[in-house]
């Protein structure tokens, strides 16, 4: 039931982008990203629901495929403060049980 | 900016000891969680409610037991400490209202057993 998170890990410079995916082998409800940084706690990024509606407050943004039920995550023109772990966070129903996440995407940008 | 608290942040403690860790939350959340996390590792669930008198056990096992008397408060407790229990414990809070709204996460307390 965890999903996937690709890739593992990402260097890069300040100014490139990066995209993080996540992915599921259950039909998904919804898919949400947080990102931690070192020694604090997860923050909220963005939800994705089923049917498109998509819910954030930063400037990144995600895209949800429900056939392929993947979720992906593009982090434009990187500023160094993108620097940490992202994870995905995924519901198969509509949030009556806890996300699952994934493993984690550690993320460095470099200036 | 989320008002959910966690205490203590870093605790060492020895083995067979009873400890508690607290978490509340100031936003009227119903939904609350604990998930643990090792160094650089992902969340796992462990203990999760609904509401005050509901709790149900994550997708983790987990030796510890919570309790949701009230709504603002959501402790887990380990009745006999173990070096196996070391690892960051995460609280998070949401809200019941509508589908699918996002987590807020405490600052984690970090578990030493020695």
């Known amino acids: 039931q965890q999903p996937v998170q690709s890739p593992q890990a990402v260097i890069l410079r300040e100014g490139e982008d990066a995209v993080i995916n996540c992915s599921s082998s259950?039909?998904?409800?919804?898919v949400h990203w947080y990102r931690q940084k070192h020694g604090e706690a997860p923050v909220f990024l963005m939800i994705?629901?089923?049917?498109?509606e998509q819910k954030g407050h930063e400037k990144i943004s995600a895209s949800f495929n429900e056939k392929k039920q993947q979720s992906s995550l593009y982090l434009t023109a990187s500023q160094l403060s993108y620097s940490g772990t992202y994870f995905c966070?995924?519901?198969?129903?509509?949030?009556?049980?806890?996300?699952?996440f994934g493993s984690g995407t550690r993320l460095q940008v470099q200036p | 900016e989320a008002d959910i608290y966690q205490t203590p942040r870093y605790l060492v403690i020895g083995t067979g000891k009873k400890i508690t860790l607290e978490c509340s939350q100031t936003?009227?959340?119903?939904?609350m969680y604990w998930y643990q996390q090792d160094p650089g590792m992902e969340l796992h669930l462990i203990h999760y409610?609904?509401?005050?008198?509901?709790?149900e056990k994550g997708d983790l096992s987990s030796e510890s037991t919570v309790s949701r008397i009230r709504t603002e408060h959501f402790p887990l407790t380990l009745e006999s400490a173990r070096p196996s229990h070391t690892s960051q414990y995460l609280c998070?809070?949401?809200?019941?209202?509508?589908?699918?709204?996002?987590?807020?996460f405490g600052q984690g307390t970090r578990l030493t057993v020695v």
């Open positions: 936003m009227g959340h119903d939904k």
């Open positions: 994705l629901l089923k049917g498109g």
């Open positions: 409610s609904y509401g005050v008198n509901s709790t």
């Open positions: 966070g995924t519901s198969m129903d509509t949030g009556r049980r806890a996300l699952t």
């Open positions: 998070a809070s949401s809200e019941a209202r509508g589908l699918n709204t996002e987590a807020f």
């Open positions: 259950k039909a998904l409800y919804s």
